[in-house]
């Protein structure tokens, strides 16, 4: 199951970030405008505590395991194949106004990294290819988030794209990597984010002594991130 | 010859030499038609179009650990059982040519799949047999942490393709003799081995 982490960054950006969250969670929330003018000390006084609620709810987020799914794919012999990883643990912190705070630590147990095809998946565990027992996890570790376009509201929806950067490890080894995000936030408690990049496996050497030309495996592995969060 | 003749020949010859027996005849002929196919898959799988490769190749591994099972109980068979003896017809050279042509093909249907079996566990892209798509059949256990996988796979690999050949020239001789008894000797050894004449018996 997907755990929540509290990350202890989350404190102070409560703090500083104190009017600005709880202006976006207006706005998200599609507060009427006339609510909005009202002085902002003043209306915060006046809800107190769901201040406090939301503001937790929009930076340090939930993955909804249920309607996420992150998958890979690649073709071996000219056959296309695809997986999925089952199991993950992932630590969010979010703000798309404060994106400098903004923390993700995902691990993902590659136990559960399956094709559905027997011979791929015995192969996939075994010491030339992902290694598990040697590598039982995977990790992503953010190092930057940069909004590319977007960022206004069209409704409820307030919606971007990014280049996200960070640190992967994979099969024991850890490379740089970046790619563009999609990240929208349907209302105020629910975010969406999306991402399709590749990984070449033989970064990680994986499969290098097998197939280290990729005439048998695809040296392009695809990965399709798509994130429910709460 | 037709068919009556080879029946009246049998029935001729069914006393002086005892058939094997169906559960010898049975394993003789289910080996006999597995080895056929896995030479034939064998030899042209890796020419086969890149997207069937990796059936090809699962089935002639699951073929091939099913001809070691059947050659084990096979010979198991052949060691606890008198066989029917050679006719007294046929010249010393003969017989001794002809027994090792036997022991051969015996250690041809061991050695053909296990080092088929060492080659598989031993080779890099660690690709599991699932046999005929039901259960994953086991890796020998010597080869998991071996430095150069690919040079011990490739050296079964070569062994495994001359054993094959071999195979092949024993499987001929063996298919030559037979169909000289059967139509030149008529001495009825071949029906001996034949599934269709057990009713006569």
Not at chain 1, 87 to 106: M, Q
Not at chain 2, 157 to 178: S, T
Request: glycine fraction near 6%.
């Amino acid at each position: 199951m997907v755990k929540k982490r509290k990350l202890r960054s989350l404190v102070s950006m409560k703090q500083n970030c104190y009017c600005l969250i709880f202006a976006l969670t207006l706005c998200v929330a599609g507060v009427s405008p006339a609510l909005a003018d009202t002085s902002g000390a003043a209306q915060a006084k006046t809800i107190e505590a769901p201040k406090d609620n939301t503001a937790d709810v929009a930076a340090n987020w939930t993955i909804d395991p249920d309607r996420s799914s992150i998958t890979f794919g690649g073709s071996e012999s000219g056959n296309k194949f695809q997986g999925k990883i089952e199991k993950y643990e992932a630590a969010i912190v979010f703000d798309p106004e404060n994106l400098e705070k903004t923390a993700v630590l995902l691990t993902f147990d590659m136990y559960t990294a399956k094709t559905g095809n027997a011979s791929y998946d015995g192969a996939l565990r075994g010491a030339e290819w992902l290694n598990i027992d040697r590598f039982p996890t995977a990790q992503f570790k953010l190092g930057s988030i940069v909004r590319q376009s977007g960022g206004g509201q069209a409704g409820d929806v307030q919606s971007a794209d990014y280049t996200v950067t960070g640190d992967f490890t994979l099969a024991g080894v850890t490379k740089q990597i970046s790619f563009p995000a999609h990240i929208s936030i349907t209302d105020r408690y629910q975010a969406e984010a999306r991402a399709s990049f590749v990984i070449p496996r033989l970064d990680y050497n994986i499969g290098r002594q097998a197939d280290g030309d990729g005439t048998i495996v695809s040296q392009d592995i695809a990965v399709n991130v798509a994130i429910v969060a709460h | 010859m037709n068919d009556k003749n080879l029946v009246a020949d049998h029935g001729r010859f069914s006393t002086l030499f005892p058939r094997y027996t169906n559960t010898a005849i049975a394993l003789h002929w289910m080996i006999a038609i597995s080895i056929i196919a896995l030479l034939i898959l064998g030899l042209t799988m890796e020419d086969f179009p890149k997207e069937y490769q990796r059936l090809a190749y699962q089935s002639h591994k699951s073929l091939g650990l099913t001809v070691l099972i059947l050659s084990i109980v096979r010979i198991v068979w052949r060691l606890t059982h008198k066989v029917p003896p050679y006719p007294e017809s046929m010249k010393l050279w003969e017989k001794v040519a002809a027994q090792i042509v036997h022991v051969g093909l015996y250690v041809l249907m061991l050695a053909l799949p296990l080092t088929g079996w060492a080659l598989v566990s031993s080779s890099p892209l660690g690709y599991p047999t699932i046999w005929f798509g039901l259960f994953e059949w086991p890796a020998l256990p010597f080869f998991a942490n071996v430095e150069d996988k690919k040079a011990i796979s490739d050296t079964f690999g070569d062994v495994h393709g001359a054993l094959a050949w071999i195979c092949i020239a024993l499987i001929v001789m063996h298919v030559g003799a037979a169909l000289k008894h059967q139509f030149i000797n008529h001495d009825g050894i071949m029906a001996r081995m034949l599934p269709w004449l057990r009713k006569e018996n």
